[in-house]
T-cell receptor, first 116, second 114 residues
Framework: AQSVAQPEDQVNVAEGNPLTVKCTYS??????LFWYVQYPNRGLQFLLK??????LVKGSYGFEAEFNKSQTSFHLKKPSALVSDSALYFC??????????????FGQGTILTVHP | EAGVAQSPRYKIIEKRQSVAFWCNPI?????LYWYQQILGQGPKLLIQ????????DSQLPKDRFSAERLKGVDSTLKIQPAKLEDSAVYLC????????????FGPGTRLTVL
């Protein structure tokens, strides 16, 4: 069975500082990995994904994530945080070799707060 | 491009009542998902359709939850009878038929069961 862990319930950073939101995963085969963001009273918005190729993936709003196969991690990063980045972030994984197209398993989420 | 539409946005019911949610996916998306998101948790897949067939409903409480996707487009999710623990946000998502594509989510329906 596939699973995702986001070890930090909350991350606090000052505006202008770099941010990292951590994610580790477990799948039986090769993973497809995703990051989504959720603002209050809204659905999830797609940020970026890793399918294959370069380990560093760039996405929306200046976010990027680094795939590390040996550490089974897919941490979300941004060089300079904005107050508007404050939101709930979800990491999700799908087993590349699974038979159920598109079934995602989500982590429990990390609340990111960027202070002015 | 229009996004995933859901209605209603909010619903408050008494326990043991029934409720239905509606979802209209992005045009052309073959796959449709219903998720349950309990406060403080990540979304949990309830059911996945591919066109109008069910691909995965392993986590759907079938004694009280049902879902259908007529003609492979719109979908409805029903709860009958509702329990207190069904209070959650119900998210609908859709995606093209390729496994590596991201899913597009609707705004969700917030259900409160009293």
């Amino acid at each position: 069975a596939q699973s995702v862990a986001q070890p930090e319930d909350q991350v606090n950073v000052a505006e202008g500082n770099p941010l990292t939101v951590k994610c580790t995963y477990s799948v039986s085969g090769n993973p497809y990995l995703f990051w989504y963001v959720q603002y209050p009273n809204r659905g999830l918005q797609f940020l970026l994904k890793y399918i294959t190729g370069d380990n560093l993936v760039k996405g929306s709003y200046g976010f990027e994530a680094e795939f590390n196969k040996s550490q089974t991690s897919f941490h979300l990063k941004k060089p300079s945080a904005l107050v508007s980045d404050s939101a709930l972030y979800f990491c999700a994984v799908r087993d590349h070799g699974g038979t159920s197209y598109g079934k995602l398993t989500f982590g429990q989420g990390t609340i990111l707060t960027v202070h002015p | 491009e229009a996004g995933v539409a859901q209605s209603p946005r909010y619903k408050i019911i008494e326990k043991r009542q029934s409720v239905a949610f509606w979802c209209n996916p992005i045009s052309g998306h073959a796959t449709l998902y219903w998720y349950q998101q309990i406060l403080g948790q990540g979304p949990k897949l309830l059911i996945q359709f591919q066109n109008n067939g069910v691909v995965d409903d392993s986590q759907l409480p079938k004694d009280r939850f049902s879902a259908e996707r007529l003609k492979g487009v719109d979908s409805t999710l029903k709860i009958q009878p509702a329990k207190l623990e069904d209070s959650a946000v119900y998210l609908c998502a859709s995606s093209p038929l390729t496994a590596y594509n991201e899913q597009f989510f609707g705004p969700g329906t917030r259900l409160t069961v009293l």
